[in-house]
Nanobody, 117 residues
Framework: VKLVESGGGLVQPGGSLRLSCVGS????????MRWYRQAPGKERDMVAH????????RYLDSVKGRFTISRDNAKNTVYLQMNSLIPDDTAEYYC???????????WGQGTQVAVSS
C-alpha cells in the first residue's frame, strides 16, 4: 500500500496550490479520503474529507470557502485545491485513506506547504 503526495511548496499569501495524492495497492474507490495537516509544535488536524460513496465532503472551519477536496477514482487520486492561502496554512500536509470495515487506515509521507512573503 502506498500513498504519494505532491504539489507542496512555497507560496505568497493570497496564492494557490493544488496538492495531489496517488494511491496504490488497495481499492481506492472503497476508501474515504482525507487531508490532514500538522504545523510544528501543533497537533495533526483533519483539513478535508471526501467520502467513498456519493462524495460528500467536510472541511475544517478555518479552510471552508478556500479549500476544495475532490477525487478521481479512475486515477486513484485525491486532490486538495487551496486558494487564498494564509501564513496559518503553513504545515506538512498528509493524505489519508480510511475505511471502517474491513478496517483500513493508510498514510502518505507528507508534502510541505509554506505560505510566506
Amino acid at each position: 500500500v502506498k500513498l504519494v503526495e505532491s504539489g507542496g511548496g512555497l507560496v505568497q499569501p493570497g496564492g494557490s496550490l493544488r496538492l495531489s495524492c496517488v494511491g496504490s495497492g488497495f481499492t481506492f474507490s472503497d476508501f474515504n479520503m482525507r487531508w490532514y495537516r500538522q504545523a510544528p509544535g501543533k497537533e495533526r488536524d483533519m483539513v478535508a474529507h471526501i467520502s467513498s460513496a456519493d462524495y460528500p465532503t467536510r472541511y475544517l472551519d478555518s479552510v471552508k470557502g478556500r479549500f476544495t477536496i475532490s477525487r478521481d477514482n479512475a486515477k486513484n487520486t485525491v486532490y486538495l485545491q487551496m486558494n487564498s492561502l494564509i501564513p496559518d496554512d503553513t504545515a506538512e500536509y498528509y493524505c489519508n485513506a480510511w475505511r471502517a470495515w474491513p478496517n483500513g487506515d493508510y498514510w502518505g509521507q507528507g508534502t510541505q506547504v509554506a505560505v510566506s512573503s
